[in-house]
């Protein structure tokens, strides 16, 4: 089992910075990969970042140069720093990771961002 507690979010004006952090607890040896998905009322939930137990990066070509991921391996979290927010990156974000040898995906409770413009 893995457990991710989630913090940030909040409301932010067009142009402006939020953090989200994703702190994992639990049985960490079975992930390797962990993520940011993002979900708007009555759409499907989108991938928005992920980074590896290596370093590398996706993104979503929506979020390219102004969202960066990165992990902490030694706290076991990870991060998403989003900047010049616009308001359609308002949404729900939700931390993911999967259990690579279960394919078992946890998720956060999801923390809201909302953008005015």
């Known amino acids: 089992q893995v457990q991710l507690v989630e913090s940030g979010g909040g409301l932010v004006q067009a142009g402006g910075s939020l953090r989200h952090s994703c702190a994992a607890s639990g049985t960490l040896f079975s992930i390797n990969t962990m993520a940011w998905y993002r979900q708007v009322p009555g759409k499907q939930r989108d991938l928005v970042a992920s980074?590896?137990?290596?370093?590398?990066?996706n993104y979503a070509d929506s979020v390219k140069g102004r969202f960066t991921i990165s992990s902490d391996s030694a706290e076991s979290t990870v991060y998403l720093q989003m900047n010049n927010l616009n308001p359609e990156d308002t949404a729900v974000y939700y931390c993911?990771?999967?259990?690579?040898?279960?394919?078992?995906?946890?998720w956060g409770k999801g923390t809201l961002v909302t953008v005015s413009s």
């Open positions: 993911n990771t999967r259990n690579r040898l279960t394919k078992v995906d946890y």
């Open positions: 980074i590896t137990s290596t370093g590398s990066t």
